[in-house]
């Protein structure tokens, strides 16, 4: 049996606000609950939900550790009753609803999945939070199908190479949105077949061109604002919309008689809040679809750089301004960021 200490390191949250909210502090280290497992953190994941958490914007739910972090990966130290399937010293990646920036974080067993052969820890950490959101928005609300188009928008974001890589591996015909030659660049290595700068060109024109009257079956739109009413004028008939964050906005004026007479399905999701079960589903065709395709190479990881947990506040600096790929903290690491 693993030892494990009364206390532990983490981040907490001093007071909504910027990045310098973010402070190590003593805490107690959590015990594994029913359905539970404790996890020894190697690396926990960033994503911006953390920084809607830390301004106060998007509180954990009930029962949640109010840390941030909502995926981390590292080694199973003990099992709490009815914990199934995970043994003590297993490798192991979650989705958490809470508490993955600390040493030790407890997970829901059903939301946990090995660590793909050949991933690093701080790549492993990267996957949870970003391949439930994909697969969840992109394969089922979204219900894309091999041979259909795809656009996401922020293609070079943790989301966006992620979704690229995935819609890619299943037969889409991808299209991406990125703000420079660099990140458009990257959608296209990673298997857009156009990557559109977004500061240079209007997205929209340009799928029309490509396109013409077919249209877009699916987008995958994190940005909203004036980006609504351009995805249902290029949706294709039958297509389908799905939103997971607005950071342009939410409140637009849209002219819905496309909606109407392309048939469109306007849809979003939000994954934290979800039942464990059913985000049990979501990993369990993550497994089945996903991480062979992980292993086999077709999938990777793209890393923009990794930090401290006590450097969580320049993370999430790093993370609101121009990166590529995912940021993790490494509980284990001291020093400067890589």
């Not at 820890?121 to 391949?131: I, K, Q």
């Not at 219900?143 to 037969?171: D, N, P, Y």
């Not at 209007?202 to 909203?224: H, N, Q």
């Amino acid at each position: 049996m693993t030892d494990i200490p009364e206390s532990m390191t983490a981040i907490r949250i001093a007071r909504p606000g910027g990045p310098e909210a973010l402070r190590p502090a003593q805490v107690p280290a959590p015990r594994p609950s029913r359905g539970q497992v404790l996890i020894e953190v190697a690396a926990a994941g960033v994503n911006y939900p953390d920084v809607l958490q830390r301004r106060g914007l998007y509180p954990p739910p009930k029962g949640a550790p109010d840390i941030p972090g909502l995926e981390v990966a590292g080694t199973v130290v003990a099992a709490g009753p009815g914990a199934r399937r995970w043994r003590e010293g297993d490798e192991v990646c979650a989705l958490v609803p809470g508490g993955g920036y600390a040493q030790y974080c407890a997970a829901p067993a059903a939301n946990c999945l090995p660590v793909p052969r050949g991933l690093s820890m701080r790549e492993a950490a990267c996957l949870p939070e970003t391949f439930f959101t994909v697969w969840t928005n992109v394969f089922e609300r979204g219900g894309l199908k091999a041979g259909q188009t795809f656009l996401v928008h922020g293609g070079a974001g943790g989301i966006g190479t992620a979704a690229i890589q995935m819609a890619r591996a299943l037969g889409a015909r991808v299209f991406a949105t990125a703000g420079s030659e660099e990140n458009c660049r990257l959608c296209e290595e990673l298997g857009a077949e156009r990557a559109i700068n977004y500061r240079k060109e209007d997205f929209a024109e340009v799928l029309r061109g490509i396109l013409g009257k077919k249209g877009v079956d699916v987008i995958l739109d994190s940005i909203g604002g004036d980006y609504i009413g351009k995805n249902i004028a290029i949706a294709a008939r039958d297509g389908r919309i799905v939103n997971i964050n607005y950071m342009k906005g939410s409140r637009v004026e849209v002219d819905f008689l496309p909606v109407m007479l392309k048939r469109l399905t306007l849809t979003g999701s939000t994954l934290r809040a979800r039942p464990v079960a059913e985000k049990a589903a979501i990993a369990w065709s993550l497994e089945s679809v996903i991480w062979p395709r992980i292993e086999a190479g077709d999938i990777r990881v793209i890393m923009d750089s990794t930090f401290p947990l006590a450097g969580a506040a320049r993370a999430h600096a790093r993370l609101e301004g121009p990166h590529r790929g995912k940021i993790a903290l490494l509980p284990g690491q001291t020093g400067a960021s890589s």
